[in-house]
């Protein structure tokens, strides 16, 4: 078989859990005997992609080229695969192969604040198209098929649900804790990690006021890219009177960020809404006890080695934090649960797993 993986969309760097997601799926999927061509555009066509390579020639930092390139040349340079599949919930409507999408979540409509303009619209018109277009669906977890059978009304027997692997095979070497805590002014106390994109529904104004309740208050660290909402949540801390209990380091190198995992009492994730949660999998493979929303598809992905509760209550958050720092011999179970858990999520699977997807699409009438 002869499969084509559309990567239109990757932004290097910037698409996140998506670009992880197609550059493991795009190592994987030889050892399982099948062809693969990765159709990617001008940015992304240059990564190190380890098989055969085509230039889409859009810049996918324009949503209009994206589509573009998408929905109007893509169908054409795909012409010679056996099947195209589609890696971030859009995808051509047509073309003579048969077609595979993978929607990791329907934010668009269950937290809408999640995408901005034109983004928001142009997913309101291409994910339901590509659902309705393609002969086969993956969702990386049963919380995301029930949304698609739901608010895409599609049928489903066409959905498979395909786990994600963890996170990326290679990691920098931590940096050392001495210097990681003067770097960011850490001092000595317990350190409570989330790695969350800075928007409304993941929930980080309940993750404030939740440390404003603890008699003992850890130091809460938030990296990433600052965004406009990060703006309202450091005037929130202010106001909770918790602005010298939060650290907002933006983006880290890889090193740091190994050395924030490796210095962490706890990761928290508060999330509203999860296509499937993969810094929760991150955190427990490196053995951090965590504690999360049970909403979604994260306590499908957590199971039984994390402490999970109602993200819309801060004490009950509250509670969950505070139990983590004052109790280590739970931290310790759920630190080895953690492994345990996480070490069935691998790329070999999901490889694996999406092949029997393509093989059903190749079956398909429709």
């Known amino acids: 078989m002869h499969v084509g993986l559309n990567c239109v969309f990757l932004v290097p ?15 994987e999927l030889p050892a399982t005997g099948v062809r693969v061509t990765v159709f990617a555009n001008r940015l992304a066509a240059g990564l190190d992609w380890g098989v055969e390579t085509v230039t889409v020639p859009v810049d996918p930092r324009r949503r209009i080229e994206w589509v573009r390139g998408e929905q109007q040349l893509l169908p054409g340079l795909a012409r010679g695969v056996d099947l195209l599949h589609s890696l971030a919930s859009t995808a051509p409507a047509r073309g003579a192969y048969r077609r595979v999408v993978t929607i ?33 669906i993956v969702a990386d977890s049963r919380s995301t098929r029930d949304d698609v059978v739901h608010d895409l009304r599609i049928a489903a027997g066409k959905v498979d649900v395909v786990p994600l692997g963890l996170g990326q095979v290679q990691r920098a070497a931590p940096s050392p804790e001495p210097q ?27 993750l404030l006021r939740a440390l404003a309740l603890l008699d003992e208050r850890p130091l809460l ?11 309202e ?4 801390a202010a106001e909770l009177g918790v602005a010298d209990d939060v650290r907002w380091p933006g983006w880290l190198p890889g090193a740091d960020v190994e050395g924030l995992f490796a210095l962490a009492s706890a990761f928290v994730f508060p999330s509203f809404y999860e296509g499937f949660g ?10 951090v006890p965590v504690a999360c929303s049970d ?16 993200p819309d209550r801060p004490q009950a958050i509250a509670d969950a934090v505070a139990r983590l720092l004052r109790d280590a011999p739970l931290r310790e179970r759920l630190a080895a649960a953690g492994r345990a858990r996480a070490a069935t999520f691998t790329w070999e699977r999901t490889a694996r797993e999406t092949v029997a997807a ?3 699409a190749m079956r398909a009438s429709r």
């Open 180 to 206: 990681l805590r003067a770097k960011l002014g850490l001092d000595d106390r317990p350190v409570v990690l989330t790695l969350s994109a800075k928007r409304p529904h993941k929930n980080l104004a309940g």
């Open 278 to 287: 993969l810094p929760v999998l991150e955190a427990m493979t490196r053995g």
């Open 104 to 136: 990791h979540d329907l934010n668009y409509l269950k937290v809408p604040e999640a995408h901005f303009g034109v983004r928001s619209l142009g997913m309101r018109v291409l994910v339901p198209l590509a659902a309705r277009t393609a002969h086969r």
């Open 13 to 27: 760097g910037e698409t996140g859990g998506m670009e992880v997601y197609a550059r493991e799926l795009a190592h």
């Open 233 to 236: 949540l450091r005037e929130l």
């Open 221 to 231: 660290v938030l990296p990433g890219y600052p965004t406009p909402h990060e703006a």
């Open 358 to 360: 393509y093989e059903r």
């Open 295 to 310: 909403r979604a598809s994260l306590p499908e992905v957590a199971g039984d080695a994390a402490l999970v509760f109602d």
